[in-house]
């Protein structure tokens, strides 16, 4: 069982930065990979970015590619997700996923078991 508390949301100001972070409760922190998504009011839930179990490896969706980092701290069983000069666009509740497989971290949805409850991020303009 993989427990997933998301923070670091909040109300910010176009062009500010903003830092979510995720902390991963249950199985071994290194063998699970992980992922970000959002989800826009009246939209589908989206990729954002993921990254593998060993951190090696990371995939951004393109509307987010240069302007978001996301890193894991194995000491702390955390996965940040740093989002600098956000959007309005960007506004929608966040989530992160664990998957527990092998191979590269999914950049679908559908790939992850396990979800955290979400967290609000609001970009005014």
């Known amino acids: 069982q993989v427990q997933l508390r998301e923070s670091g949301g909040g109300l910010v100001q176009a062009g500010d930065s903003l830092r979510l972070s995720c902390v991963c409760y249950?199985?071994?922190?290194?063998?699970?990979?992980l992922g970000w998504f959002r989800q826009a009011p009246g939209k589908e839930r989206e990729f954002v970015a993921a990254?593998?179990?060993?951190?090696?490896?990371?995939h951004y969706a393109d509307s987010v590619k240069g302007r978001v980092t996301i890193s894991r701290d194995m000491a702390e069983n955390t996965v940040h997700l740093q989002m600098n000069t956000v959007k309005p666009e960007d506004t929608a509740v966040y989530y992160c996923?664990?998957?527990?497989?092998?191979?590269?971290?999914?950049?679908?949805?559908?790939?992850?078991?396990?979800w955290g409850q979400g967290i609000q991020v609001t970009v005014s303009s």
């Open positions: 249950g199985p071994t922190f290194s063998s699970i990979a």
């Open positions: 990254i593998s179990s060993s951190g090696r490896i990371t």
């Open positions: 996923g664990a998957d527990l497989g092998y191979g590269p971290p999914p950049t679908t949805s559908e790939a992850y078991g396990y």
